[in-house]
């Protein structure tokens, strides 16, 4: 059985940091690529990470490149975001997902068929 779990998210003020995981189990993470999206209020999901299993390759959405970093540590199957420099208006939901494949040709909602349940991420003073 496929599963992702978020964890990490908080309440955390303009200019500080956190890391949120995404625990995978079902599956290797190592052999998929793993997307993070986040949802704010009355606006659409929209992809703002996301690394392929070949090669390690990352892709970071313009709203977050230089602040937020993926990585994913195979051992203990889980992928992470670490978030600096958090502004309020990162504050959103935050999804992991998990592609049939090893790459996706852009980050889209389309391409990722597991979900995590999400998690809460607020920046404010």
């Known amino acids: 059985q496929v599963q992702l779990v978020e964890s990490g998210g908080g309440l955390v003020q303009p200019g500080g940091s956190l890391r949120l995981s995404c625990a995978a189990s079902?599956?290797?993470?190592?052999?998929?690529?793993i997307g993070w999206f986040r949802q704010a209020p009355g606006k659409e999901r929209e992809g703002i990470s996301c690394?392929?299993?070949?090669?390690?390759?990352?892709y970071y959405a313009d709203s977050v490149k230089g602040r937020f970093t993926i990585s994913r540590d195979n051992a203990k199957n889980t992928v992470y975001l670490q978030m600096n420099s958090l502004k309020p208006e990162d504050t959103a939901i935050y999804y992991c997902?998990?592609?049939?494949?090893?790459?996706?040709?852009?980050?889209?909602?389309?391409?990722?068929?597991?979900w995590g349940q999400g998690l809460q991420v607020t920046v404010s003073s």
């Open positions: 997902a998990a592609a049939d494949g090893p790459t996706i040709p852009r980050l889209g909602r389309q391409f990722f068929s597991s």
């Open positions: 079902g599956f290797n993470v190592d052999y998929h690529a």
């Open positions: 690394i392929s299993s070949s090669a390690g390759g990352t």
